[in-house]
């Protein structure tokens, strides 16, 4: 049940490139939940929790490059278009800076991660791209598998404070 990446469907070079975007959205999204974490090192739970959530988001990076490897094989399409890929990456970037510059409280950063959650749910894979094999889009979705709700893990805990 391997895919044959020789015979399938295959992205165009501007879209492999927005996978490629969309990973390095990814990862800086995981640096800045290892950033809030180290801050609220001392809150433990919410400390795990954030790490937690940053290896997820490291391994959804992995999942889009997995998919720039195999050249989008068995992959229709993708939903997105290069330009407001490029600019989630620069304000993801900016707001990096920012709160490195200036930590904020535990409050307002769980409500920065909540805000942040909301506007990615794009790029992920089942929104990002449109599959035309179904053994591919099985693959994708078995790696997507258990992750947790990030929204709702942010909510609880902040409602818990």
Known sequence: ???DISSTTKLSPSEIEILKT?????NSVANIYHIFAHFFIDNKNISNLLLSIA??????????KFA????????????I???GA?????????????????????????KTM???ESKLFEYNMSSLVEFE???????????????????????HSIDSL
């Open 22 to 26: 969309c990973a390095d959205i990814v």
């Open 114 to 116: 909540i805000k942040l």
């Open 81 to 83: 278009d290069l330009p």
């Open 86 to 110: 490029q600019l989630m990456l620069t304000k993801i970037r900016f707001l990096s800076d920012k709160i490195q510059s200036k930590q904020p409280v535990l409050i307002d950063g769980l």
């Open 133 to 155: 094999d179904e053994q591919v889009c099985m693959l994708f979705e078995e790696i997507s598998e258990g992750r947790n709700n990030h929204l709702q893990m942010l909510q």
């Open 68 to 79: 720039v490897t195999i050249l989008g094989s068995g992959m229709k399409s993708v939903r």
């Open 55 to 64: 290896t997820e988001k490291e391994n959804h990076a992995k999942e889009l």
């Open 1 to 3: 049940m391997g895919i």
